[in-house]
């Protein structure tokens, strides 16, 4: 080869090939990263060649790299230690690249039969991506309004930039969302930012193709709200009980929490804060009609103020120290009257219901109500109307009731006096008296018109004398009604066995009716099995 310079060899090569096919030589460009090695291969394999010679342009000049002969390898003294070039296969390889590097590449051969061949490759020396940082126009957006524009920068060289939201790919839709690229940087646009938009964390990855770069997770607070201002409870009862542990609460969907405050019929109230309490309210005033209620959050970012829907109800106070007045003197059937009257000391009532010992009282021909219920008045009274009065005062709010026991005295009305008439002789006996009487009545007995010792219902003789025959009366007293009925039994004690008759007349009968009923039952059992007796086929 020494015979040849290089730029009468280029010359010879153009004159037979230039610009033949690249089968010596892959497809370019290749590139390589700064400082590291590259090697540029060859498609060849042991090739028969006197010599190869692999040059350099870097667009402004063409300079002979290494040439490989048989005079062995011969190297441009700038790429000495720094350029290989293997003799089996023509691979040219380059240590620590720098970017001055980049550029054309062109490999002649010289085949010992006298062809040669030339091709081209292009290579890329790459800066690394570095410095890939995300940075927002503004500290923190308002949805809706804010125009936020995110800008990604790295260094590097051959940079393509793509944006992620968590792992999911940011894709423009060219309205809302728009990216814009250039060489260093990537700019992505969002217009009316929602809340949801940048919650990510938004990552931006810079790459070549050979390198690549995840920024730093980027948040950016998006403000929102309040949106979904709801009090609770989101109605309640029309009336509110006074003094009770009641409250309405306000809450709203709100970035940064929203600040909240009350009104009572669109007038403003002294109340702040979420949790509006019904001592809040019974301290502004008494609420005796039904009233709305509504809270307003707001937003001290996003400066919104949205109000709620209203609840509405009034506030009364519940019934209490329900009483009943009722006469405090001696109440005599048929005498006296009652006047029941029920009060409470606190609340509005609404109804008034009165019972009698646990069934509803009604009106009848001595019994009336006043007009507004609150007295019954019972004139005359009857020993029936005895028991105990409850009256239930009711509101909204509450029921409260009260109990009032009537004592009503009566009687005794007639004495009973029950027992054998004839005994036998050393027989017992014994014979009760009974009065319908309140108080109990007290009793004393006569014999024959004499008054005895006895003084309870019931008069016993352990073994009956022929000399207790006679007449025996009961003297029955009541001591508040004042009143005294008798009852007169006569007894007649007789020899033994006179009474012993056989059967009474009681026994007799029973007797009769057992044979009756016997017949009818074995009658009736008869008529039952003939009817029971299969219908004989006319077959
Ligand atoms: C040159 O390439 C051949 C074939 O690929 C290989 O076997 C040999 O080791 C290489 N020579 C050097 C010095 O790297
Ligand atoms: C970004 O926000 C998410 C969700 O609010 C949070 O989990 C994450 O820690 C934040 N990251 C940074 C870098 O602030
Ligand atoms: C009021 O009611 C709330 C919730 O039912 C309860 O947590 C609170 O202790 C009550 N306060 C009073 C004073 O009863
Ligand atoms: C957002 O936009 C609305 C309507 O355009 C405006 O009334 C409101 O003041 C804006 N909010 C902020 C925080 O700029
Ligand atoms: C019952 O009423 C009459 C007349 O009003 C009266 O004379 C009598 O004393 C009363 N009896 C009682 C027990 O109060
Ligand atoms: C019954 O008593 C009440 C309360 O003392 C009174 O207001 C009312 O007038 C009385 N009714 C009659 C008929 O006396
Ligand atoms: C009581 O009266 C009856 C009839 O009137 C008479 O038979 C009887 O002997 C009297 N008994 C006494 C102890 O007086």
Redesign the pocket.
């Known amino acids: 080869m020494d015979p040849f310079s290089f730029k009468t060899f280029l010359l010879f090569v153009c004159l037979i090939g230039c610009g033949s096919a690249q089968d010596i030589l892959p497809e370019g460009p290749v590139d390589a990263v700064l400082s590291r090695d590259i090697v540029l291969t060859t498609l060849l394999t042991k090739p028969d060649y006197t010599a190869i010679f692999w040059s350099f342009n870097d667009g402004i000049e063409v300079t002979n790299v290494a040439t490989m002969s048989a005079a062995g390898l011969k190297l441009k003294p700038a790429y000495e230690g720094r350029v290989t070039l293997n003799a089996t296969n023509g691979f040219l390889t380059l240590k620590s690249l720098t970017s001055k590097d980049s550029g054309e590449y062109t490999i002649n051969i010289l085949f010992t039969d006298g062809n040669t061949r030339t091709a081209e490759i292009e290579l890329r020396v790459l800066k690394p991506v570095s410095g890939v940082i995300i940075k927002s126009n503004m500290p923190e957006a308002?949805e809706?309004?804010s125009t936020v524009i995110l800008t990604c920068s790295a260094q590097g060289s051959f940079l393509n930039f793509i944006w992620t939201n968590g792992s999911t790919l940011i894709v423009a839709d060219g309205k809302r969302l728009t990216v814009k690229d250039e060489e260093m940087t990537s700019t992505l646009t969002i217009a009316g930012v929602l809340r949801s938009d940048l919650i990510g964390p938004i990552f931006c990855t810079a790459a070549n193709n050979l390198e690549k770069e995840k920024s730093p997770a980027f948040n950016l607070t998006v403000h929102y709200g309040p949106d979904n201002v709801i009090i609770s409870p989101a109605s309640t009862p029309q009336f509110i009980r006074a003094g009770s542990n009641f409250s309405l609460a306000c809450s709203a969907l709100s970035s940064p929490p929203a600040t909240f405050s009350w009104f009572q019929n669109q007038k403003a109230m002294e109340v702040l804060g979420p949790v509006l309490s019904l001592g809040a309210i019974e301290k502004l005033g008494s609420v005796t009609k039904v009233e709305d209620f509504t809270c307003r959050a707001q937003n001290a970012?996003?400066?919104?103020n949205v109000p709620s829907p209203a609840v509405s109800f009034a506030v009364m106070d519940a019934i209490s120290g329900t009483k009943i007045t009722g006469p405090t003197v001696t109440l005599i059937a048929g005498n006296s009257t009652a006047n029941l009257s029920c009060q409470a000391m606190a609340g509005t009532v609404k109804t008034t219901t009165w019972l009698k010992d646990g069934k509803p009282l009604s009106t009848s021909s001595h019994l009336v109500f006043a007009a507004n219920m609150r007295s019954v008045i019972i004139n005359p009274l009857q020993k029936g109307d005895r028991g105990q009065y409850t009256c239930q005062l009711s509101n909204p709010v509450n029921t409260d009731q009260a109990s009032f026991k009537m004592e009503v005295n009566f009687g005794p009305e007639t004495a009973m006096v029950e027992g054998k008439e004839a005994v036998e002789v050393n027989e017992p006996i014994t014979l009760t008296c009974s009065a319908e009487s309140y108080p109990t009545a007290n009793f004393t007995w006569k014999f024959n018109g004499t008054v005895t010792d006895v003084k309870t219902d019931k008069y016993i003789i352990m073994e009956a004398k022929y000399k207790n025959t006679g007449t025996y009366t009961c003297e029955a007293h009541n001591t508040v009604t004042g009143k005294t009925v008798t009852g007169s039994h006569k007894l007649s004690v007789k020899e033994e066995g006179a009474l012993d008759e056989g059967l009474s007349d009681g026994a007799i009968a029973g007797i009769i009716i057992a044979v009756l009923v016997a017949l009818a039952a074995a009658i009736g059992l008869i008529i039952y099995c003939r009817q029971k007796v299969p219908v004989e086929s006319p077959y």
């Open positions: 308002v809706h309004n970012k996003t400066l919104r």
